[in-house]
């Protein structure tokens, strides 16, 4: 079975205030670390959806849980979890919904995924093979443009410029194909470097995070998460950069505040309170944690609430 440390899982448990007989979403399955222990504090009546949008995952939860009755899994992109959440409930109310996201593990480790620069493989980076385009198709079509805004605005990269530039004549001697030459084509193209950082850390990220829809897809998965929840019940996400982070604080922010225009009413009409309650401040990893798993260093969980009086 392919290694994977799950991050601030003591964290995670506290914020789901797990109760035995619960139903819970783990909407980031990866390779189930969270899911386990979720299930291990969880009783007989306990149950939990395990949702990932990479059949590998999928696949390997079935194999490492066979047998678990108090699980079902559930292969789909976070647009999706509302329905899915709604027809494997039956009937039962959801009390936590846990996002771990980011790039497991298992899927950096393996060349054939074309995540990671430092092993040679495709240039993939597709969370769900059987979706979409791979990055090498999208590298043959896009314009130097949109090349450039999109590893400026998604790997907050500031020689995007040159390094669109440097792919638009690498691609017109021929195809893009593997994940070793482009970092080689970054590299040299990026005049400095970070600290500790491979030149093409951000490049990689920005096109993972697009062809993948990433931000777009959390977007949608918070606002399935809030629609399912209970009352009472608790979403816990767990980000491991700026992008990710600032979206899940700015959503979890507006939900937990009047609309600034209905504010001054002498009453607020139906529907109109604030859907969550933020719970706690951010948690990051510990030292401890950090000795054991250094890939957890820029690990944040944010938590909130499902407020009684909001509609759901």
């Given amino acids: ?22 139903f819970y979403v783990d909407a980031t399955f990866g390779r189930g670390g969270h899911t386990a ?14 949702v990932d949008r990479d059949p590998e995952a999928i696949a390997a939860g079935r194999a490492r849980f066979a047998g678990e009755v108090r699980l079902a899994f559930c292969h789909a992109p976070f647009a999706e979890l509302r329905a899915r959440v709604h027809a494997g409930a039956a009937g039962r109310a959801c009390r936590g919904v846990l996002f771990d ?14 995540f990671s620069f430092q092993k ?21 079509r896009a314009g130097i443009d949109e090349i450039a805004a999109v590893i400026r605005s998604l790997g907050e990269e ?5 390094i669109a530039r440097a792919i638009d ?29 491979h030149p093409a850390t951000r490049t990689f990220q920005a096109l993972r995070m697009h ?41 979890l922010r507006d939900r937990s505040v009047v609309n600034p225009a209905l504010a001054q009413l002498p009453h607020l009409p139906a529907g109109a309170e604030p859907q969550l309650r933020l719970v706690g401040r ?28 909001a509609q759901w």
């Fill in 211 to 251: 062809v993948n829809d990433e931000l777009g897809q959390l977007r949608s998965g918070l606002e399935g998460a809030v629609e399912v929840l209970a009352p009472g019940g608790r979403l816990a996400v767990i980000s491991f950069h700026s992008l990710e982070d600032r979206l899940v604080k700015q959503f």
């Fill in 37 to 50: 222990r979720i299930l291990e504090a969880l009783g007989p009546q306990g149950h939990v959806l395990a």
């Fill in 120 to 140: 040679d493989g495709p240039l993939d980076m597709r969370m769900d093979p059987s979706r979409g385009e791979p990055v090498s198709a999208w590298l043959a």
């Fill in 282 to 309: 951010k948690r990051r990893p510990t030292a401890a944690e950090l000795a054991a798993n250094p890939r957890a260093r820029s690990a944040i969980l944010r938590v909130a609430e499902k407020q009684a009086c």
């Fill in 101 to 114: 996201l980011g790039v497991s593990s298992p899927q950096l480790d393996s060349a054939a995924r074309g």
């Fill in 158 to 162: 500031r020689f995007a410029r040159r």
């Fill in 169 to 197: 004549v690498a691609r017109h001697r021929a195809p893009l194909r593997g994940t070793a030459e482009l970092a080689a084509l970054v590299a040299r193209a990026v005049p400095t470097r970070e600290p500790g950082k």
């Fill in 1 to 22: 079975m392919d290694e994977h440390i799950p991050v601030l899982v003591d964290e995670v448990l506290d914020a789901l205030a797990l109760e035995a007989g619960g």
